[in-house]
């Protein structure tokens, strides 16, 4: 005798079914590394469309560990993995035997060290980590991220005008919902994939200008009203 409809017996076999094909799906789906460890931050921010490249030297041991250490444009960035999840008190009160000003991130499993002070470097870094866990003073002088004088060199050469002529009004890091910085042409096709970037507001003479750009400044749209 076939079971009633509303049988849980009935019920059982399509309900597995489901299950089974969800779970399958699931697979399909690679999840994201996690930004906590140090595989974790390089992939994140090659993603952004960083490029790190290995560089030489040895940097400061901070609770026995020692650092990875990459170059980011100009700038080095020391990377250290811990196997065991960091304590931020604790790495607190190592790090301040650590002499010289840095920027110094900490989360889970991994610390991001930065001895500079390029403004746009601890900027990209806080857009993977957010706030250092240590960090001087933000100087009133601070360099603009790497995308706005990229954004200004870009605009000027397009109008045939020095780049000082341009003056930036405001910016914001933001996330484009495409990959045409939301600023896609109406014949073109954009792939609908987040973008973490720059909206610039600029002004050259008499003309307001807004730009948006991915992360680094490697790609960069505009327009005019």
């Known amino acids: 005798m076939l079971p009633n409809k509303t049988s849980p017996l009935g019920l059982l076999p399509l309900f597995l079914i489901l299950t089974l094909s969800l779970n399958g799906c699931a697979r399909e789906t690679p999840m994201p590394t996690p930004v906590d460890t140090a595989e974790g931050f390089i992939e994140a921010a090659r993603s952004s469309g960083a490029e790190l490249q290995p560089a030489g030297g040895q940097g400061p041991s901070i609770l026995g560990l020692t650092p990875q250490i990459v170059r980011l444009g100009s700038e080095q960035l020391m990377i250290y993995h811990a196997t065991e999840t960091l304590d931020p008190q604790q790495v607190r009160a190592e790090f301040e035997l650590v002499p010289g000003l840095h920027h110094l991130w900490v989360a ?93 507001q600029l002004r050259l003479g008499t003309a307001d200008i807004e730009a948006h750009t991915d992360l680094l400044g490697q790609s960069i749209r505009w327009r005019s009203p």
Do not use: K, N
């Open 108 to 200: 889970e499993h991994l610390m991001v060290l930065y001895a500079g002070q390029d403004g746009g470097t601890v900027l990209f870094v806080e857009s993977l980590l957010g706030e250092p866990l240590i960090g001087p003073p933000v100087a009133g002088d601070e360099p603009y991220p790497p995308a706005i004088p990229a954004a200004i060199r870009t605009i000027a050469a397009a109008f045939g005008a020095p780049p000082t002529e341009i003056e930036v009004l405001a910016y914001e890091m933001v996330e484009w919902r495409d990959a045409c910085l939301d600023f896609g042409e109406p014949d073109e096709t954009c792939a609908a994939v987040i973008t973490p970037g720059w909206a610039i």
